[in-house]
C-alpha cells in the first residue's frame, strides 16, 4: 500500500515519546492506545518503535491476532522464544530466569507466579544493557496467561529502564477484567484514545488522487483505515462492505495470488518470503511479482524480510470468507513448509493441530506428541511466533531475515516478532541517572517474590 504521513497523531506521539524518555532515566512507563479498528493502533506502535529505535533502544514486539487466544504464553514467546531456541543461553537467562528458557524449550513446566518472576528477572538483564521497549499489539486477541503475565509485570516494574506500549480494541472481557482496570489506572500508566481524523486530513491524504474528500470523509468517519481504502479501491470499500470488498478483490486475482494471501492470513505475525512460497506452492520469483501486486491492492505487504497482511481487518475478512475445509488445507501446507525446513515441533504442530490429519503419520505423530507435551504443562502450541532478531535497527513490524538467525530453528520459523536491534549506547551507561542495582542483587538477603507467591495478578 501506498505510504501515508501519519496525521494528527502529534499528541499521541508526544505521550509515547514521553515515557521513552522517562525510561532512559530508570522510571518504567506504559502507554496504553485503545481504539476502535482501523483508528490506528498498530501505526502508532510503529512510529513508537522508530522512536525508541532512534534512541537506542532495544525493542520487543509481540503481535497477537485472531488466532492467539487458543495458544498459551504468547506473550513469552514473542518477546523472548528466539534468545530461548538458541544453542547458547544469553544473558538474560541466567538465574532464575533459566526457568524461562526451559519452558519454552519444553524441557520443564512452572507455576505461573514463578514463570512471571523468570520473566521479570530476564527483562532486568536485558535493560541492563541498553534502554528497552516492550511493544503488544492487539492485547484483545491474547491468551489468558499473557494477559495475566503483561498485568503482572505492569505492576511490577518500575525503576527500570523498560517503557511498555500496548495497543487494543475496546473489548467486554478486558473491561471486566480487575488486573487490566488496575494497570489503566496505574499512576504510571497513559491512556491514549486517538480520535478520528478530521476532514482536513481526509484532504491530505487524499491529494493527487481524484477521491470525493467530502464522501470519503462522510462514509469512513474519519477511521483512517477506512480512508486509505475509499481513497483506494472506492467507496464500495467502506466500513459496512470491507469483507465483501476483500471478497471481490480475491476472486479477481489469479489462483496463485489467491493463494499467497489466504496462507498468508493464516500466519498472519507474518512469514519470510522462502517459507511463504513453499506453503504456497509458487517459485521465489513468481512471489516477489505477485507481492508487488497484492501490496497495490492492499492485501499482503512485504516489511523488510517478512511478508503478512496490511492490518488486522484483512485478516478476520479473509479468514471469513474460507470454508473450513479450505482453512485446514492451508494450515496442512504451512505446517509441511514448517517441517520441510526443520522447524520446532512447537512451530508445527500449532498448524497441524488445525488440520485433518486422516492418514498422514507425521501429522498425527506431530499431533500426538504436542498432546503430551500440552498435557504435562508445557507450552507447545504457539502459533508461528518465536520471534528471531537479526543485527541492524528498523522500523516497524517484525522480520527475520533467512540466515540472520543463529540457529537452524530459527531460519525454519521465518515468523517474526521483534524488531531487529538498534546500535548499543556508545558507552553502555544508563542514560539520565546514576548507578542502579541490579534485580539480582536488591534480590540478595531477602525472599524473591516467586517464594512468598506475591506477584500480584499472577495466578
Known sequence: MPDRPLLER??????????LAGAESGSTRTVVVVGEPGIGKSSLLTEGAALAVARGFDVRRAVFTVLSAQTPHGLL???????????????AFDGPAEMLRDVLRGERTAEPVALAYAAQWALSALDEERPLLLLVD??????????????TLVARLSTERIAILIATRPDPALDADPAVAAMLAGARTSLLEPPPLSITAVGSLAEG????????????????????????????????????????????????ARTVVQTAVVVPEG??????????GVSDARLAELITQLDAAGLVERRDDVVRPVHPIVVEGVLASLDPDRLAQLHARVADA????????????????????????????????????????????????VGARGGEPRHGGAALRP??????????RGIAVGLRRGPRPCDGRRVGGGPRPHPRRRARGRQSPC??????GAR
Open 10 to 19: 502529534a499528541a499521541e506521539l508526544a505521550a509515547i515519546d514521553g515515557a
Open 77 to 91: 514467546w514473542e518477546w523472548f522464544g528466539a534468545d530461548a531456541h538458541d544453542e547458547e543461553p544469553g544473558p
Open 338 to 385: 514448517l517441517r520441510e525446513a526443520g522447524a520446532p515441533l512447537s512451530a508445527i504442530a500449532a498448524h497441524d493441530l488445525e488440520t485433518i490429519p486422516g492418514g498422514d503419520a507425521r501429522r498425527a505423530a506431530s499431533l500426538a506428541d504436542a498432546a503430551r507435551l500440552a498435557a504435562s504443562g508445557g507450552v507447545a502450541r504457539r502459533r508461528g511466533a
Open 138 to 151: 492487539d492485547l484483545q486477541w491474547a491468551d489468558e496467561a499473557s494477559r495475566r503475565l503483561l498485568t
Open 403 to 412: 540466515g540472520a538467525c543463529r540457529g537452524r530453528a530459527h531460519r525454519a
Open 271 to 280: 512469514l519470510a518470503p522462502a517459507l511463504l512460497a513453499d506453503a504456497a
Open 209 to 256: 488522487s481524484d477521491a470525493d474528500v467530502e464522501r470519503v470523509f462522510a462514509v469512513s468517519g474519519g477511521v483512517p483505515f477506512y480512508v486509505r481504502e475509499l481513497i483506494d479501491h472506492g467507496l464500495e470499500s467502506g466500513p459496512a462492505r470491507i469483507r465483501e470488498g476483500l471478497r471481490a478483490r480475491l476472486a479477481a486475482l489469479p489462483d496463485d
Open 451 to 456: 517464594a512468598r507467591g506475591a506477584l500480584p
